[in-house]
């Protein structure tokens, strides 16, 4: 991603205690890590939560991230273990893991208009397993390479390739029990 450039110069400087450069990462990286969370969750106030949660966690594990490597990859990951954390708590209190999900609106790349219809995607990704909901986000809305997702999630690219393949497969069922054919017309996986 050409982007990272100026994200890892800030991780950099806020490393080094430049709590400006953390302002400027927070303002960029915000609302990608908030879509990425409101995808996972499907309730905007937990999203809303956990990102407050995330950036927390960021601070924290500064430390942690290793200078010159792509900061998004990193903050998604720590995005997740913040998601996959409260989600076990839910779990031991006994509390329903999954809020009643919302109709949600992720924001999409403007280079993505036109290859689905926004809100059909919107209404039908709820209904994916979170596994390749995930991936699908990660891949197709962010922009991530299945290499990165592996590192992101902790699992080896040829199966983050395979969670994405079959959830595509698994919207166009989605489509087509609504009436839309090919919703991805020439959609290819290509490892960037």
């Not at 960029?28 to 937990?46: D, H, M, Y």
């Not at 900061?71 to 809020?99: Q, T």
């Not at 699908?136 to 592996?150: A, T």
Request: aromatic share 10%; hydrophobic share 40%.
């Amino acid at each position: 991603m050409s982007e990272e450039k100026p994200l890892i110069e800030l991780m950099i400087a806020y490393q080094k205690g430049d709590l400006s450069a953390f302002e400027s990462l927070y303002r960029l990286i915000r609302p990608r890590l908030r879509s990425f969370l409101l995808g996972l969750t499907l309730n905007s106030a937990l999203a809303d939560d956990l990102l407050q949660e995330t950036f927390l966690q960021i601070h924290r594990s500064r430390a942690t991230y290793q200078p010159g490597r792509n900061v998004l990859p990193w903050a998604f990951g720590v995005a997740r273990y913040v998601f996959l954390m409260d989600r076990r708590g839910r779990v031991r209190r006994r509390e329903d893991p999954a809020l009643e999900p919302e109709c949600i609106d992720i924001p999409v790349p403007h280079e993505l208009d036109g290859v689905f219809d926004r809100d059909l995607f919107n209404k039908t990704l709820p209904l994916l397993h979170a596994d390749q909901r995930e991936v699908l986000l990660l891949h197709h809305v962010w922009g991530f390479s299945f290499r990165e997702i592996g590192q992101i999630l902790g699992i080896r690219p040829v199966t983050a390739k395979l969670r994405a393949h079959r959830g595509i497969r698994s919207l166009r069922r989605e489509f087509e029990r609504l009436a839309v054919t090919d919703p991805y017309p020439g959609a290819k996986f290509k490892e960037k």
